[in-house]
C-alpha cells in the first residue's frame, strides 16, 4: 500500500492562520484562503500588488506606524534570514468601501524567511492573525483617549502575564520529564549479557515523554543460555511505564525460575489479572542455549521474532503465538516451539512500533524488516539495530513506541 500523495497547495489554504508570500519588491505572490477573508479582498486584487499600496498607514492618525514597523521586519527577515515575531500590532482598516473611514484593528505577526534555489532569502511567509475581538473583550482597547504608549504598556503587561504562565507550564513539564528520564533508566538499563554480543534500542513515539509502556529484558543463564523479552502495555506515558515496569519485574524473575517461556508466560498471565492496565499487553519470551544451537520461544499476542541466518535467509518464528495477557478468562497453559540456529546467525525481537503503520497490512511491516536484515545481516548488533530503526521508523518520528533487541547468536 502506498502512502498518500499530499496536497500542498490544498494545505496551504486550509489553514487556518493567514498566510501570505511576498517578493523582495514586498509584493503578493500568493495568499491563502483565510488571509483573503481577514484582509477583505480576494486573491487577484493582492497577488502582484505592493502591501503597503493596499494597505496604508490610518492617515487621521498620527501615532499610526503599523506600515514602519511591519516594513522593517520584512526587511530584516530579507536581510538576515531569521524570523521576525512582532509585538501585538495596531494597523488601521479602510472600512469597506467607505474611502477614508478606518478602523481599529489589532493583528499578531511572525515574519519567516523563505531561500530561492540560490539559498539565499528571495521571499517571506508572511503569517498574520487577527486578535482584535480578544484585544477588545480583555479590555485592553477601544478607548480612543489613551495614548499609543499607554495601550501598548497594557498590552505588554498581558503578555507578560501568559508568558509567566508558559514558564510555569515548561518548568513543569520539564520536571515530568527529568522524572520520565530517571524512570527509564531504572526499569530499562543496558544489558550486559555474559560473553554475547547484544543492542538494545528504545524509541518513544512522537510528541510522547521519553517513556513508554514497552520494554525488553536479557536474564543470563546457567549453562551459557539467556532469557529474551520484549514487551509492550498499551497506552504511553508514566501510567503505562508503570504497568510495564511490574510486568517486566515479573517476567524477568519467573524466566529465572521456570523450564521455558512458555511458563513464563503463563505465570505472567496470571500475575497481569492483578495488575490495572495490564490487559491486553504482550510480550515474547524467548530462551537461548549456545551449546545445543536452539532457540525456545513463546508469544502472547506478540509479532514473531526474527532469525537471519549467516547467509541472510530470514525466518519468523510464529509457531508458539496465543491471545495477550488478560485475554482469557480462563487459565490455558502457553506454548511453547523450538527452532534450530546456526552460529552468527542473529536474533531479532520488537514491538510493533518498528513495523506497523496505520491503514497498512503489518503483512507489509513484516517484509520491510525482513528485507533490512538481508541486506544488513552481517552488521554487528550495535550497527544492525541503528540500520532498522533508520530504514523502518518513518523520517517525520514514528506515532507509537519502539523496543528493539539484536542478539549476535
Same mark, same amino acid.
Request: glycine content about 8%; hydrophobic content about 40%; some cysteine.
Given at each position: 500500500?502506498?502512502?498518500?500523495?499530499?496536497?500542498?497547495?490544498?494545505?496551504?489554504?486550509?489553514?487556518? *492562520?493567514?498566510?501570505?508570500?511576498?517578493?523582495?519588491?514586498?509584493? /503578493?505572490?500568493?495568499?491563502?484562503?483565510?488571509?483573503?477573508?481577514?484582509?477583505?479582498?480576494?486573491?487577484?486584487?493582492?497577488?502582484?500588488?505592493?502591501?503597503?499600496?493596499?494597505?496604508?498607514?490610518?492617515?487621521?492618525?498620527?501615532?499610526?506606524?503599523?506600515?514602519?514597523?511591519?516594513?522593517?521586519?520584512?526587511?530584516?527577515?530579507?536581510?538576515?534570514?531569521?524570523?521576525?515575531?512582532?509585538?501585538?500590532?495596531?494597523?488601521?482598516?479602510?472600512?469597506?468601501?467607505?474611502?477614508?473611514?478606518?478602523?481599529?484593528?489589532?493583528?499578531?505577526?511572525?515574519?519567516?524567511?523563505?531561500?530561492? =534555489?540560490?539559498?539565499?532569502?528571495?521571499?517571506?511567509?508572511?503569517?498574520?492573525?487577527?486578535?482584535?475581538?480578544?484585544?477588545?473583550?480583555?479590555?485592553?482597547?477601544?478607548?480612543?483617549?489613551?495614548?499609543?504608549?499607554?495601550?501598548?504598556?497594557?498590552?505588554?503587561?498581558?503578555?507578560?502575564?501568559?508568558?509567566?504562565?508558559?514558564?510555569?507550564?515548561?518548568?513543569?513539564?520539564?520536571?515530568?520529564?527529568?522524572?520520565?528520564?530517571?524512570?527509564?533508566?531504572?526499569?530499562?538499563?543496558?544489558?550486559?549479557?555474559?560473553?554475547?554480543?547484544? *543492542?538494545?534500542?528504545?524509541?518513544?513515539?512522537?510528541?510522547?515523554?521519553?517513556?513508554?509502556?514497552? #520494554?525488553?529484558?536479557?536474564?543470563?543463564?546457567?549453562?551459557?543460555?539467556?532469557?529474551?523479552?520484549?514487551?509492550?502495555?498499551?497506552?504511553?506515558?508514566?501510567?503505562?511505564?508503570?504497568?510495564?515496569?511490574?510486568?517486566?519485574?515479573?517476567?524477568?524473575?519467573?524466566?529465572? *525460575?521456570?523450564?521455558? =517461556?512458555?511458563?513464563?508466560?503463563?505465570?505472567?498471565?496470571? /500475575?497481569?489479572?492483578?495488575?490495572?492496565? *495490564?490487559?491486553?499487553?504482550?510480550?515474547?519470551?524467548?530462551?537461548?542455549? #549456545?551449546?545445543?544451537?536452539?532457540?525456545? /520461544?513463546?508469544?502472547?499476542?506478540?509479532?514473531?521474532?526474527?532469525?537471519?541466518?549467516?547467509?541472510?535467509?530470514?525466518?519468523?518464528?510464529?509457531?508458539?503465538?496465543?491471545?495477550?495477557?488478560?485475554?482469557?478468562?480462563?487459565?490455558?497453559?502457553?506454548?511453547?516451539?523450538?527452532?534450530?540456529?546456526?552460529?552468527?546467525?542473529?536474533?531479532?525481537? /520488537?514491538?510493533?512500533?518498528?513495523?506497523?503503520?496505520?491503514?497498512?497490512?503489518?503483512?507489509?511491516?513484516?517484509?520491510?524488516?525482513?528485507?533490512?536484515?538481508?541486506?544488513?545481516?552481517?552488521?554487528?548488533?550495535?550497527?544492525?539495530?541503528?540500520?532498522?530503526?533508520?530504514?523502518?521508523?518513518?523520517?517525520?518520528?514514528?506515532?507509537?513506541?519502539?523496543?528493539?533487541?539484536?542478539?549476535?547468536?
Amino acid at each position: 500500500m502506498t502512502e498518500p500523495q499530499i496536497d500542498f497547495e490544498a494545505v496551504f489554504q486550509a489553514l487556518p *492562520a493567514g498566510l501570505a508570500v511576498l517578493n523582495q519588491r514586498l509584493e /503578493y505572490v500568493a495568499v491563502n484562503e483565510s488571509y483573503t477573508q481577514m484582509a477583505g479582498r480576494r486573491p487577484e486584487e493582492l497577488v502582484g500588488h505592493y502591501i503597503f499600496g493596499l494597505f496604508p498607514d490610518n492617515p487621521f492618525d498620527p501615532d499610526s506606524e503599523g506600515s514602519r514597523t511591519v516594513g522593517d521586519s520584512f526587511l530584516r527577515v530579507l536581510a538576515t534570514g531569521v524570523r521576525d515575531t512582532l509585538p501585538l500590532q495596531r494597523f488601521d482598516v479602510e472600512r469597506g468601501a467607505r474611502t477614508g473611514v478606518f478602523e481599529e484593528r489589532y493583528w499578531s505577526i511572525i515574519n519567516s524567511p523563505m531561500p530561492g =534555489p540560490s539559498g539565499r532569502v528571495e521571499y517571506v511567509i508572511h503569517r498574520v492573525e487577527e486578535v482584535t475581538d480578544y484585544i477588545r473583550t480583555s479590555g485592553v482597547s477601544g478607548q480612543r483617549g489613551r495614548s499609543a504608549q499607554e495601550l501598548q504598556a497594557e498590552v505588554y503587561m498581558r503578555a507578560r502575564e501568559l508568558q509567566d504562565i508558559n514558564d510555569a507550564l515548561r518548568s513543569a513539564h520539564a520536571r515530568e520529564r527529568e522524572i520520565a528520564l530517571t524512570l527509564q533508566d531504572a526499569m530499562l538499563p543496558a544489558p550486559q549479557p555474559v560473553g554475547h554480543r547484544a *543492542a538494545v534500542r528504545y524509541q518513544p513515539a512522537v510528541g510522547a515523554l521519553n517513556v513508554c509502556g514497552d #520494554w525488553y529484558d536479557l536474564v543470563d543463564l546457567p549453562r551459557d543460555r539467556m532469557a529474551v523479552a520484549v514487551g509492550d502495555v498499551v497506552g504511553h506515558g508514566l501510567e503505562a511505564a508503570g504497568v510495564m515496569g511490574q510486568l517486566r519485574s515479573a517476567l524477568s524473575a519467573a524466566s529465572r *525460575a521456570t523450564a521455558g =517461556p512458555g511458563e513464563a508466560l503463563e505465570i505472567l498471565g496470571l /500475575y497481569s489479572r492483578s495488575i490495572e492496565g *495490564a490487559e491486553a499487553t504482550t510480550a515474547v519470551s524467548v530462551f537461548i542455549d #549456545w551449546p545445543a544451537h536452539t532457540i525456545k /520461544y513463546s508469544s502472547a499476542g506478540h509479532p514473531p521474532p526474527a532469525l537471519v541466518d549467516q547467509a541472510g535467509h530470514v525466518r519468523f518464528l510464529d509457531l508458539a503465538t496465543d491471545p495477550p495477557l488478560g485475554a482469557r478468562p480462563d487459565h490455558v497453559p502457553r506454548p511453547q516451539a523450538t527452532a534450530r540456529f546456526t552460529p552468527d546467525s542473529a536474533l531479532v525481537l /520488537y514491538t510493533d512500533g518498528l513495523i506497523e503503520r496505520r491503514h497498512e497490512d503489518i503483512d507489509l511491516g513484516l517484509a520491510r524488516l525482513s528485507s533490512s536484515l538481508t541486506r544488513h545481516h552481517s552488521l554487528d548488533p550495535e550497527s544492525l539495530a541503528d540500520v532498522l530503526l533508520s530504514e523502518l521508523l518513518p523520517p517525520t518520528g514514528a506515532t507509537d513506541d519502539t523496543a528493539l533487541v539484536v542478539i549476535r547468536l
